[in-house]
């Protein structure tokens, strides 16, 4: 790439990168990892699509930025999705999804049923794997790393990989879901497990703080009460917050004043209010609008402390309806708000 023929103010030129830019991997300070994995989503798929629409719709974003100026120039780099990670989730959904309708109808957990459920936690520990080697290879050159799934489960190798290179950190997690099941329906890595796992197995995670969460069954409300690193801001007491006269300033302030100085921020978009994601996965009504996230964002960065790496998840587009790319902008324009927010506590 010449950066003297980039011109940031011309149409997009369509070149199977995020927001269509031309850094290479050596030029940038940030590399975007594309992880198209959707196993385990136990309501609605299609967010193993959502790198590809996400790039298709960055296409469309000008690049100067309210927030950052011309960020970009500090480069973000796109790493080549792996095609077969996309062949391996469409083959081992197949199999979830025969897993999840046997356990609807009470079927026990024997025979090929569990000789399934084994296949797929195989292969989600080998992913979990992989993206722990590449992102750790990643991070060792200097670069900062965002993540864009997938399901919620893909991340969790990348903030295994966090902990050894940072040490003690803590997670900002936004999602209309606690994710704190243990192996939720049979499947270790269940996207409805990460925040458990990540407890139990990322090193150096001090902090779980948690906005926007909604959705929560006993035994996760028991382990909130019960895990003092767990600090969750329940969507419903955050509303009833705003509708008293609180502002969303002094509310902001609080979930950030629980997290340490390194930070690691885990945003599903399902987190969003449901007109921001109509088509992913697990749609829950309330959330945060997209204002009040990149609010929340602006005075997680204010604050001095550092983000050290991101992911997004669970952006899937509409599947009934490929014309309709309003997912996929919400996805793009939340993950450069990402980039931007985690290249601005990273100055040069």
């Not at 196993?39 to 959502?50: E, K, N």
């Not at 109808?105 to 992989?130: F, P």
Request: negative net charge; glycine residues 8%.
């Amino acid at each position: 790439m010449s950066e003297n023929t980039f011109d940031p103010n011309d149409v997009s030129v369509s070149n199977g990168c995020y927001y269509a830019l031309p850094y290479s991997h050596e030029e940038s300070d940030l590399v975007l990892i594309s992880v198209p994995w959707d196993v385990t989503a136990s309501y609605g798929g299609g967010a193993s699509s959502g790198p590809d629409a996400i790039i298709e719709a960055s296409e469309q974003i000008d690049l100067y930025d309210y927030h950052f100026g011309d960020m970009y120039r500090r480069g973000i780099a796109t790493l080549p999705i792996d095609d077969t990670v996309l062949e391996e989730s469409r083959t081992h959904r197949h199999d979830a999804e025969k897993v999840m309708s046997h356990l609807s109808e009470g079927g026990a957990v024997k025979g090929e049923t569990a000789r399934r459920i084994s296949r797929i936690n195989a292969a989600s520990a080998a992913l979990n794997d992989n993206i722990y080697r590449l992102s750790s290879e990643q991070m060792s050159q200097g670069k900062l790393v965002g993540l864009v799934g997938g399901d919620h489960s893909t991340p969790l190798g990348y903030m295994r990989a966090v902990g050894e290179h940072h040490g003690s950190f803590g997670i900002l997690h936004i999602d209309a879901h606690a994710d704190l099941r243990k192996a939720y329906e049979g499947f270790t890595y269940s996207h409805a497990s990460i925040m458990y796992n990540a407890l139990n197995e990322v090193k150096g995670l001090e902090r779980l703080t948690q906005v926007a969460v909604r959705d929560f069954c006993d035994t996760e409300a028991s382990l909130i009460r019960n895990d003092d690193r767990i600090c969750t801001f329940f969507d419903a007491d955050m509303a009833a917050g705003r509708l008293s006269g609180r502002t969303w300033q002094d509310i902001c302030r609080e979930i950030v004043s629980t997290l340490p100085q390194k930070v690691y921020v885990s945003f599903d978009i399902d987190g969003l209010t449901p007109d921001h994601c109509p088509s992913t996965g697990t749609p829950v009504p309330g959330g945060i609008t997209f204002n009040e996230a990149v609010f929340l964002l602006s005075e997680l960065a204010s604050s001095g402390r550092t983000i050290v790496g991101f992911d997004l998840c669970e952006v899937a587009p509409d599947q009934s309806d490929e014309d309709n790319h309003w997912d996929a902008n919400v996805g793009a324009r939340m993950l450069y708000k990402l980039c931007g927010f985690t290249l601005k506590t990273n100055p040069r």
